[in-house]
């Protein structure tokens, strides 16, 4: 058994506290990719998303994917839909707008 009383030496607490804020801010440097993609996609799920983006197959991911944003969720599709999502957005922005105008 182990003797938990034991008080440690100043130095190795800072040095503890140090390796760990160094584990926990190191986590958030781990990136999340894609690892498959598909083409099917609702145009009601493409009208809900916030935002996209590429996703580069050139960086520490193995594949290009389009990373749609929708709510809490990230959807990994084909990049060649790039232009299908950016059209479909653009047509729901310009309807909120006219909506606002109204």
Same mark, same amino acid.
């Given at each position: 058994?182990?003797?938990?009383?034991?008080?440690?030496?100043?130095?190795?607490?800072?040095?503890?506290?140090?390796?760990?804020?160094?584990? $926990?801010?190191?986590?958030?440097?781990?990136?999340?990719? *894609? =690892?498959?993609?598909?083409?099917? /996609? #609702?145009? !009601?799920?493409?009208?809900?998303?916030?935002?996209?983006?590429?996703?580069?197959?050139?960086?520490?991911?193995?594949?290009?994917? $389009?990373?749609?944003?929708?709510?809490?969720?990230?959807? *990994? =599709?084909?990049?060649?839909?790039? /232009? #299908?999502? !950016?059209?479909?957005?653009?047509?729901?922005?310009?309807?909120?707008?006219?909506?606002?105008?109204?």
């Amino acid at each position: 058994m182990f003797n938990l009383s034991v008080i440690m030496e100043p130095r190795t607490a800072v040095m503890l506290l140090l390796l760990c804020a160094t584990i $926990l801010t190191t986590e958030g440097l781990i990136p999340k990719c *894609c =690892l498959k993609t598909t083409n099917m /996609i #609702k145009q !009601k799920t493409i009208l809900k998303a916030q935002r996209y983006y590429i996703q580069s197959d050139a960086g520490l991911c193995e594949i290009k994917a $389009l990373v749609l944003h929708v709510g809490r969720k990230n959807m *990994c =599709l084909d990049p060649k839909l790039e /232009i #299908k999502v !950016k059209q479909w957005m653009t047509k729901r922005d310009m309807r909120a707008l006219n909506r606002k105008k109204q």
